[in-house]
C-alpha cells in the first residue's frame, strides 16, 4: 500500500509535497464548487457572540477593527430555507449523552472547566462537557438547540487578514499549544511563544493516566523500532523529539491549524496603503518560508483531512443524511458534489495511516485524553477577540475534530464510521477547502520567492 506517512512528508517532503499538490489540483475545482455554490455547504449557523471565553477574562483581548467584523444574517429571508429555524427545529440528529459526568465522577482529581491549573503553576486543562457527545472532539455547534445561534454566509466573511494580533492573539496561540502537554518535551519554548509560562509544571498532576504509564513509553520505543513509518516532526523551536506518535500528531494538527490561518491571511492581506487586498511575501516568509517544520504540519493535516473525506464518502449515499430540505433537485445537485470530492479525494492510494495510532496497550485512555484536549482547543476559540477569526477558528477546529472523530471513532480498521451531524460536515468539508487553499497559496508563493531569487 502506497503511503505518505507523516515520515515521508517529513523525510522526503519534495516527494510528498509533489503528490499532494498533484492530488490537490484534482479535488480543489470540485471543493471549491462544492463550498461556494450550495446553500448547504456556504452557511453556518454557530453561537458566535454569546459564549465567553471559560478560561480568563478576555475583556481586554478584542478586536476592533472592521476587519475583524462578522456580518451576519439577521432577516430570515436571507437565510437559505435550509437553515432556517422551522428546518432547524425538525432536525434529529445523534442525541447527546453525557459521558462528561460520569467521568468526572471516577476522575474527582482532574481540573474542572474554566480552571487553568490555578495553584499548581501548569496550564494543560482537561474538562468534561457536559453537553456533547463523549465522541466528540469538539464542542459542538447544536443548532437545534442554539437558541442564541448566528446565521452566516461564509462567502460574505471570507477568512483572511484582519489585523487582529499582539498579546491576545498570543494568549491563545499559547494555550492551544500548551493543550500538548502531555509531558514536558512537547512544550515549545518560552523563547518561541514570547511567553513567560514555563515551565510548565507537573503536567502529571493532571494526566496521572498518561504520565503513569511508564510501560507505555517502553512499549512505545519498541514499537517505533519496528515500525519505520512513525513520523517526526523536524523541530523548530519545539522540543518534540522523545515524544509517541499520538502526542506530535495532536502538536501537528494543531500547528498545521495555525501554519493554514498564516497563509491565508498573508494571501489575502490588506495593503493599508493603497487599500488593496492582495499577497504579501513578505508576511509568508516570515511565517512560513523559513519554517520548514510548519509548511509540513500542514500539508500533513491535508493528508489527515483527506483520509478522513475519502473514508466518508460511501456512507455520504445513506438515507442519514439530507442535503436540502424540501426541495429534491438540489439536493440531488448538493450529493453529487459531496460525492465528486469524496471520490477525488479516494483517487490516491491511502495517503494517511490511521491505524498507526491508539494501538499500543494504553490506546483507549490515551485516545480520550487526545479527544479532551483537542476539546479543549475547541472551546479556547471562544476566546479569540476577533469575531471572524473566532468564526473561522471555529469552523476549523470543528472541522479537525470530525475528521479525527470520522478516523478515530471505531477500530481503527474498522469501515464502519460515525454519523456526523450537519455543522460537522460542513465545517468538515469547508476545512478541506481552507487547507486546499492553503496549499495553492504556498504554491505560489514559493513561486514567487523563486523569482524574486532569480531561479528559474
Ligand atoms: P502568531 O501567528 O501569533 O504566532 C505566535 C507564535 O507561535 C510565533 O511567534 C511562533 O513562535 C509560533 N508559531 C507561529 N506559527 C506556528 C506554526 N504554524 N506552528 C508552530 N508554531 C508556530 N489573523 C488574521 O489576520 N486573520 C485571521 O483569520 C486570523 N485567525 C486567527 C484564528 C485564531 C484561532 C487565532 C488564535 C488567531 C488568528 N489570527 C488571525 C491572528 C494570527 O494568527 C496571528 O496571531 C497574528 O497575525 C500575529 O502573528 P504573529 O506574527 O505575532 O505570530
Known amino acids: 500500500r502506497a503511503q505518505i506517512s507523516s515520515k515521508s512528508i517529513v523525510d522526503d517532503a519534495r516527494a510528498s509535497y509533489a503528490t499532494l499538490d498533484k492530488l490537490n489540483a484534482n479535488v480543489k475545482p470540485s471543493l471549491d464548487n462544492l463550498v461556494r455554490s450550495t446553500d448547504f455547504f456556504s452557511h453556518y449557523r454557530l453561537n458566535l457572540f454569546h459564549k465567553k471565553c471559560p478560561f480568563w477574562d478576555d475583556e481586554n483581548g478584542f478586536c476592533g477593527n472592521i476587519g475583524c467584523a462578522v456580518e451576519t444574517l439577521d432577516n430570515d429571508e436571507d437565510v437559505p430555507e435550509v437553515w432556517r429555524a422551522s428546518e432547524l427545529s425538525k432536525l434529529e440528529g445523534p442525541l447527546a449523552r ?6 468526572q465522577e471516577q476522575h474527582p482529581d482532574r481540573p474542572l472547566q474554566g480552571e487553568l491549573g490555578d495553584g499548581v503553576g501548569e496550564s494543560c486543562v482537561v474538562e468534561y462537557d457536559d453537553e456533547c457527545d463523549g465522541r466528540d472532539y469538539c464542542v459542538p455547534e447544536d443548532e437545534s438547540t442554539a437558541s442564541k445561534g448566528d446565521y452566516v454566509s461564509l462567502l460574505r466573511n471570507p477568512e483572511r487578514f484582519t489585523g487582529y494580533g499582539g498579546e491576545g492573539a498570543k494568549q491563545v496561540w499559547d494555550a492551544i499549544y500548551r493543550e500538548n502537554c502531555f509531558q514536558k518535551s512537547s512544550f515549545p519554548r518560552s523563547a518561541d511563544l514570547g511567553v513567560s509560562l514555563w515551565p510548565p509544571g507537573p503536567a502529571a498532576q493532571d494526566f496521572k493516566h498518561v504520565m503513569d504509564a511508564a510501560g507505555r513509553q517502553a512499549q512505545l520505543q519498541a514499537r517505533r523500532l519496528h515500525r519505520p513509518n512513525v513520523p517526526f516532526v523536524a523541530s523548530t523551536g519545539y522540543e518534540v523529539d522523545d515524544e509517541c506518535l499520538e502526542k506530535r500528531v495532536f502538536y501537528r494538527v494543531v500547528s498545521g491549524m495555525h501554519a493554514s490561518i498564516s497563509a491565508h491571511l498573508c494571501w489575502d492581506f490588506l495593503n493599508q496603503t493603497t487599500g488593496e487586498w492582495q499577497p504579501n511575501l513578505a508576511c509568508y516568509t516570515n511565517r512560513l518560508h523559513g519554517f520548514p517544520d510548519r509548511v509540513s504540519n500542514l500539508y500533513f493535516n491535508y493528508a489527515l483531512v483527506t483520509r478522513a473525506v475519502a473514508k466518508l ?3 455520504l449515499c445513506g438515507p442519514q443524511y439530507t442535503f436540502c430540505t424540501g426541495d429534491a433537485s438540489e439536493d440531488v445537485a448538493t450529493r453529487a458534489k459531496v460525492l465528486e470530492v469524496t471520490l477525488r479525494a479516494a483517487s490516491v492510494p491511502q495517503i494517511f495511516d490511521e491505524s498507526l495510532m491508539f494501538v499500543n496497550g494504553e490506546g483507549p485512555s ?7 484536549r483537542f476539546r479543549n482547543v475547541s472551546r479556547l476559540m471562544d476566546c479569540v477577540g476577533c469575531d471572524k477569526c473566532r468564526l473561522w477558528g471555529k469552523i476549523q477546529t470543528n472541522g479537525y475534530g470530525a475528521a479525527l472523530k470520522v478516523l478515530f471513532e471505531f477500530d481503527n480498521n474498522s469501515q464502519e464510521i460515525p454519523t456526523l451531524k450537519r455543522t460537522e460536515l460542513v465545517s468538515l ?6 487547507l486546499s487553499e492553503s496549499l495553492r497559496a504556498i504554491g505560489e508563493f514559493r513561486d514567487m520567492v523563486r523569482a524574486q531569487d532569480g531561479v528559474a
Request: hydrophobic letters at 20%.
Open 429 to 434: 468539508f469547508n476545512t478541506y477547502a481552507r
Open 366 to 372: 490515551l485516545k480520550e485524553d487526545f479527544r479532551h
Open 98 to 103: 453525557h459521558p462528561g459526568r460520569s467521568e
Open 313 to 315: 464518502g460511501p456512507h
